[in-house]
């Protein structure tokens, strides 16, 4: 039977080596430090009836889905980090929308003040104009 031989890094980047051995025909396994997660995952598989005897391609499958759900973590801690950004973001975006939006209202005000205060002027000078227009009439 032909077995694969795999290179598999955990988290702890020390590659797991599974090679025949060939002193007893069985396997040869070489790993470095793992996580216990890791580890009872391993030892869940090689007590799995059949595990051990697959054939190459189921092997490569089953390591195909654990780098699957590796990268699928990985893709769902990004996907929690883009988050926290994203209402970081809106966070930001709300504290500058509402400090423009009393601007916006100050401004506002202002321009309605100036617009009384300019009638209130052309009101007057043309109340005098009328006078001094009477004053010149009467001369």
């Given at each position: 039977m ?10 702890s ?5 599974i090679?025949?051995n ?108 009328e ?9």
């Amino acid at each position: 039977m032909e077995f694969p031989i795999p290179s598999v890094t955990g988290q702890s980047s020390k590659p797991v080596t599974i090679a025949p051995n060939a002193s007893d025909g069985g396997l040869l396994l070489r790993w470095g430090l793992f996580d216990p997660r890791e580890l009872a995952r391993f030892k869940e598989l090689l007590e799995k009836p059949g595990t051990v005897g697959m054939s190459k391609e189921e092997f490569e499958q089953m390591w195909v889905r654990k780098s699957l759900r590796e990268t699928l973590s990985t893709v769902e801690e990004c996907v929690g980090k883009l988050e926290g950004s994203m209402e970081d973001v809106n966070e930001l975006f709300n504290s500058h929308r509402d400090k423009l939006s009393k601007m916006n209202d100050a401004l506002t005000a202002m321009m309605m003040a100036l617009k009384e205060e300019t009638m209130a002027t052309t009101l007057a000078l043309s109340t005098r104009i009328e006078e001094l227009e009477g004053e010149l009439a009467s001369c």
